[in-house]
């Protein structure tokens, strides 16, 4: 009989080490276990982007292999943005964060920082790191040395609005993508080919737009179009300048500006008041053109700006 209790224990074993192992299963997904960034288990890798323009971008190169949450809402001034704690808590599932980087919008930094202090697996990515920055003094003029290390200089954020830094950006993050998930290296690969492409094609267009156009200059709502107009040699004239409402004076120079070099388009934004260039508008006989520079489909955008700019006023 003692042999038969001895041999049933034994038999037992292996049935009692399966039930102990969902258990620690059932408590671990109930605690929220993370998942680290190197992928182990099946479906989309969940990927965290700032803006909405990072978005397209991700999800060309990633297709059905990720899933794209933007933190930015549309329509929102990312200048004075804070996520909120749900939004927070949903992010820091993300296996990777991309991000423009180098400072440049300071609630990426603050929200790299919570992330990584829940999931310490999450990657943030700095999309920047290959882009050549524009650098601009305090009252929002071009540093034309370019040099990093010019006193009181800053570097335009907009990295973006250009589609040769988009086929930059669009690398950086399959190099990710593929240290995330090895196994799908060759579509990643596939797909940044395709994007690259695309992006030549929107710049072949641009250019083809722009090509006979004599006036080069543009008014915008706020500087955010310096890398689109350094690589057709266009030049902007922003109505609000680091963010600032302009003065009447200010407005006054725009005004006699337009009418000296025969301006005829400003360019107005969502997430920007629009009074001052609507001023200026109606001042010069201008067309208004609504453009959004936070818009996800972004590629859009460099067309809708160069045939705007070809058809002058309105």
């Known amino acids: 009989m003692r042999r038969d209790v001895a041999l049933n224990a034994r038999n037992n074993h292996p049935i009692v080490l399966i039930v102990i192992a969902a258990l620690f299963i059932l408590a671990c997904t109930s ?26 971008i991700a999800e060309a190169i990633g297709s059905d292999r990720i899933s794209v949450e933007v933190v930015l809402p549309p329509g929102t001034e990312p200048h004075t943005f804070e996520p909120t704690p749900g939004q927070i808590q949903r992010l820091s599932q993300s296996a990777i964060f991309f991000t423009i980087g180098e400072g440049l919008l300071p609630f990426e930094d603050r929200l790299a920082d919570r992330l990584s202090s829940q999931n310490q697996a999450i990657r943030i990515v700095s999309l920047s790191e290959e882009i050549d920055l524009i650098r601009t003094d305090h009252d929002g003029q071009t540093n034309p040395t370019g040099d990093p290390n010019h006193h009181d200089s800053a570097a335009d954020p907009h990295i973006w609005l250009s589609p040769h830094n988009g086929a930059i ?3 950086k993050i399959a190099t990710a993508l593929i240290a995330a998930d090895p196994g799908g290296e060759e579509n990643y690969r596939e797909n940044l080919l395709e994007y ?34 350094r690589e057709y040699g266009l030049e902007q004239i922003a109505v609000h300048v680091g963010g600032k409402e302009p003065t009447a004076r200010e407005i006054q120079e725009i005004i006699s500006t337009a009418h000296r070099e025969e301006l005829g388009v400003v360019f107005i934004e969502p997430q920007f008041p629009q009074r001052s260039a609507l001023v200026i508008a109606d001042e010069i006989g201008g067309r208004v053109v609504v453009i959004d520079p936070l818009a996800e489909a972004y590629l859009e955008n460099f067309i809708e700006v160069a045939e705007a700019l070809k058809g002058g006023k309105k």
């Open 31 to 56: 605690a929220g276990c993370s998942t680290p960034a190197s992928r182990t288990v099946e479906g989309p890798i969940p990927v965290a982007v700032s803006i909405p323009p990072l978005k397209e």
């Open 169 to 171: 950006m669009a690398e």
């Open 196 to 229: 690259r492409l695309r992006t030549q094609r929107v710049d072949e267009e641009v250019r083809g737009i722009l090509s006979g156009i004599q006036n080069r200059r543009f008014i915008v709502t706020h500087d955010a179009w310096g890398y689109f107009a």
